[in-house]
């Protein structure tokens, strides 16, 4: 039972292995496996084309900002090596 509900949550090959180890029935393990990957593959298109917008914006700020984000980022790194090296 708890293999069925485990495939249930987190669908996967690494499930559907453990899933074998654990001699799950062939015919619970195909009803469970197919609806739960289909749902799992709308839900990710799903949550990528709400999270589109933002990605977007990110990307659009990268490419503006990206020679201030460097140089941010090699003075911070430079830095915390130089409190190290004096601590």
């Known amino acids: 039972m708890s293999a069925t509900l485990i495939l249930i949550i987190i669908p996967g090959p690494v499930i559907a292995m453990l899933t074998g180890v654990s001699h799950l029935n062939r015919r619970i393990f195909y009803s469970v496996m197919i609806p739960t990957q289909i749902f799992w593959i709308i839900a990710c298109?799903?949550?990528g084309m709400e999270l589109e917008v933002y990605l977007k914006l990110g990307k659009s700020l990268i490419q503006e900002?990206?020679?201030?984000?460097?140089?941010?980022?090699?003075a911070t790194k430079l830095v915390l090596s130089v409190r190290k090296t004096f601590q």
């Open 65 to 74: 900002y990206w020679i201030v984000l460097t140089l941010g980022l090699i």
């Open 45 to 47: 298109y799903l949550l």
